[in-house]
């Protein structure tokens, strides 16, 4: 199926961002023909790990690619990091200043995590922590002020994939998580929470040998549940949104369709963070002859305003391995289907101020 939505650009008119429709780039590169290019990617960062020198001159790089993948618009944010990272809120509010009216971010993953971590790790029943608890608040306030459209990528369970990628873990429903949940809502600002789920207790010899948590001994032997933890983060406060990211990309086996539904119809406040592969990944949005799966379609169909994409991409290192199977999946929507989930519903939910004309 092809579907004409012509590339977005973006002009600052009267303080607000306005897309104006114009012809695609000559220079698409995509391994399926299309003519589907409007997206607004949710989920990027500037550069992988373990890089330190986060620096402005890759943001030419970065535009460029938007640009060859029919991007429209990227929401910058730093890698969930263990250690206090340089690439943070600050750094993020001087890329996106360089040129506003394509990237935003989002910021916690370089400040807030790594002080979640410290929580954990100095734990003491007997002891009432405040000094790190102010300081969290006080962080997450600063990063809002340096004009984040939210906190991210915030982590609960992420999985070592190599020696330079770190394995991170904290209860979703810890008390620093639960404050960060009542700032969102105070402020009106999503989460991009970075979770993979575990249903029921479970060793790495139970998880499928296409997970990626194989790759690293930095992983655990053993998982323990989260999911209940989860639920109670999301019921915390119903006024904070919580974006799950990297749905799609399954790493224990239980992230399936039966679970999010169940999730969406209960949480009204959570939304899916989209993000097609090809290949043989378990619970995987496209199957291996790359056509949209019938719970997928259905689950999207259900839950039409509850649905971002977010590739994922690292701009010093992306290739279209990421963005081919965007275009796979989202050449399989509907129209309607389509605009919202490649833009429509990242503007609602991160609160961008950008208005849509040519329709």
Known sequence: ????????????????????????????????????????????????????????DLLDDQLELMETYGISHAVMMPQPAAKTSLCNYEFYAELSAVNPEQISFLSGGAELNPM?????????????????????????????????????????????????????????????????????????????????????????????????????????????????EFEEL????????????HVGWDNTGDMTTDLLDRLLEENDNLYLQLRPFYGKLQNQILDEDRMLKDEWRTLIETYPSRFVIGIDSMYDQTSPRLYNPMITFLNQLPDDLQRAVAYENAIEIYNLPIAIDGE
């Open 234 to 245: 999301l019921a915390h406060d119903r006024d904070a949104d919580i974006v799950w990211a």
């Open 116 to 228: 979640i971590q410290q929580a954990i790790a100095e734990a003491d029943p007997d002891r009432e922590e405040t000094e790190l608890r102010d300081a969290f608040e006080e962080t997450a306030r600063d990063i809002i002020a340096s004009g984040a459209l939210g906190f991210g990528e915030m982590t609960a369970l992420h999985f070592s994939f190599s020696d330079d990628h770190p394995y991170i873990a904290a209860p979703p429903n810890h008390e620093l998580f639960l404050l960060l949940a009542d700032l969102a809502a105070e402020y009106d600002v999503p989460i991009d929470l970075h979770m993979e789920v575990v249903i029921e207790d479970m060793t790495l010899e139970d998880i499928d040998p296409s997970s990626g948590a194989l790759a690293s001994d930095f992983n655990p032997e053993t998982l323990e549940s989260n999911l209940e």
């Open 1 to 56: 199926m092809r579907v004409l939505i012509p590339l977005l650009a973006v002009l600052i008119i009267g303080g607000s961002a306005i897309f104006v429709l114009r012809d695609k780039p000559e220079h698409i590169i995509l391994e399926e023909e299309t003519e589907f290019y409007g997206i607004i990617d949710t989920h990027n960062h500037i550069a992988r790990y373990p890089r330190s020198d986060c620096k402005i």
